[in-house]
């Protein structure tokens, strides 16, 4: 079976919310929404104080080369327009939604129907996508237009489609890939036109065994979509890795995929440019899994963006007693919450809940040498070496190091018998590198 | 609203720990522990008995009296170096003896370089070579007690006789059942090559360790001694006996496979084993002494960071 070829880890996968099928989760009573939800430049507001929106009506609007529309997931009035706390405890600028019945933009097409024929050509594909505010949904948030603008002399060979999902707990894509994987494929064929290429690799990991049969059955229907079933082991979904176990090619250090002639996307994303540019369908919800060992009703919603966290929990029966950390996404990537009262994202696909046990690290003893972090590094770096750099101050040695290569997937501070903080160390070198780098460019 | 824990990713790590590692070492030294009892009488259990407690004693006082640092003696290192420390001695051995090699083996070769994985020396050997090279009447190895059956009076008053390798210099035919399963002279915790495998294979099976050290060291040696014995059977002994006889199965499993004295990456690892090989065929074929494990994995941990920076993995994409 394919897979990447450095390194790799194994962690528990606990995918506990497998079987509950997609519900769709009620409408807040008020929402916050951010005005800028996507990697790059802020987007420009478009509405004021008090104005009526509607379901799906432009809201910030994109006005830079990287960055992305964001449009109003609710209909109803907006309350104010203020700083709002994300899940990170960080202020940004978003619009307050007191939510009024469920009025979408008339040309939005919000039923279940299939549209199979795709009328646009890449260009408007391109267009469409930008239009409807799709972002990168495996976790980056990446404005998904601008991958498909090839630089100039640049050519794709491959689409390829992340369905990998090699997050422990993560169950959103896979209930994703089982109920709507029409839906998904269309999307990848409209993703292939846009690219203008023959042929699309999805990926999918080996412990979703049905959702790699259903994909395969129904990709009969369409030309040169390929599905490939890939090892379970993490991180298996780390772009580099999944193009290297797809196609074996590497991409160069500090590249992007296209360097390599690919060009890659989650399948939620898949899904929401199928729902962009078949039904005008603009990215204002997306399907957010609710687990943990200690959740009684663990749950895969289809959640609208800008949904408090806090009633997504009470939805499914409240905070257990001994919650000591929740993390929005996965347990290997995911990022710590601090607030509650903060509202989901376009990139929000899961809260994990973890007991008081679960949420500290374990003992720190001094280093080991037993070198095991240096075997699971996917990138084939010797995160022992860099952490120690690190402790030292020794920036430039860590940036020699390849320290900047590092894609932060926490398979070594996983692995570390000794327990030692090496993401931890591994992030301050690349800070304190990106400074030096920008001092040197500003000389 | 109860308080949340807010730290970096990854949220979930390895049930491996230091401690689980160390612990797991020290029961894979049990079968040789409890064949040298066999063998070698409570004498044996004695002298494995003070070398822990004066190893595990000395780490305890230099840490609060002189490091002034939290003590570490709870996660198990300091047994393991007790334990391979005195199986690295002979059964008779006088007890003080045992105690200046645990003050060398911790104080020096481990807690003056900052204590666990900090030491470039295998913490056990040093203490060995030290009181080898400074007591050579009580740890040389011509003379060693022979094996007596359990629970006899005192093993001190027991035959001494020589060790399998020196025996074999000297052109005595030895017992190659009687070395594997441990019925011989010797250092207590090394004669028996069956038990200390089987102590590897627990290492192995709890991924404490992996193969490429003990494979690449044995093999080697194997290949050498082979080579030599083919060139001259008269001179040079059978390469089954140079894997058997002596420190090199413990060498081999539990000295060379520490992981804080030897290379991280496995083909620096199988380099490791191959000069830990070499050297000690070197050393027993054409040295003054029978034995030559503890000096070919010493050196060899001299090499261990030279070894690491020449076999860098190969960073992605590049």
Redesign the interface.
Known sequence: MKTF??GG?H??ENKLSNDSAIEVFPLPKQAVVFVSQHLGAPSTMVVQKGDKVKAGQLIAKAEQFICANTHSPYSGTITKIDLATDFTGYKKPAVYIDVEGDEWMEDIDTSNDIVRDIKLDSAQIIDKIKEMGIVGLGGAAFPTHIKYMLPQGKKADYLIINAVECE?YLTSDYRLMKEKAEECLIGIEILKKALNVDKALVGIEANKPDAIEGFTQLSKNYKEIEIVPLKTKYPQGAE?QLI?ALTKR??????LPIEVGCVVNNIGTAQAVYSAVQKNMPLVQNILTLTGKNVKQRKNLLVRVGTPLQSVIDYCGG?PED?????SGG????????D?SAPTVKTTSAL?L?SKK??????E???????KC??V??????P?KIAQLAENRLWKDAEKA?AM?CI?C?SC???????R?L??LM?VSKNHIGDLRRQKAQR | MALLTVSGSPHVQSNQTTKKIMWTVIIALLPALLVSIYYFGLDALMVTLTSVVFCVGFEWLIQKFILKTKTTIGDGSAIITGILLAFNLPANIPLWIVGIGALVAIGVAKMSYGGLGKNPFNPALVGRVFLFISFPSKVAMSEWPLPKPLFSSSVSDALTGPTPLLAMKNGQAVDLWNMFIGATGGSLGEVSAIALIIGGLIMLFRKVITWHIPVSFLTTAGVFGLILWLINPNEFIHPAYQLLAGGMMLGAIFMATDMVTSPVTYKGQLLFGFGCGVLTIIFRSFGPMPEGVSFAILIMNAVTPLIDKAFKPKPFGY
């Open positions: 070829n450095k880890v962690p528990q422990p580099k290297y590497q991409v160069p250090s500090g590249k905070l919650t000591g950390k929740i993390i347990p290997m990537m995911g990022k710590a919450i601090s509650l994990l973890m679960e949420s500290s690290r374990k003992e003893t001094n280093c080991l040498r037993c070198g240096v075997k590094c996917p990138m084939g770096l010797e022992i390849y290569d932060e926490g501070h996983f692995t570390c018998p000794a327990g903080p993401l931890d992030r």
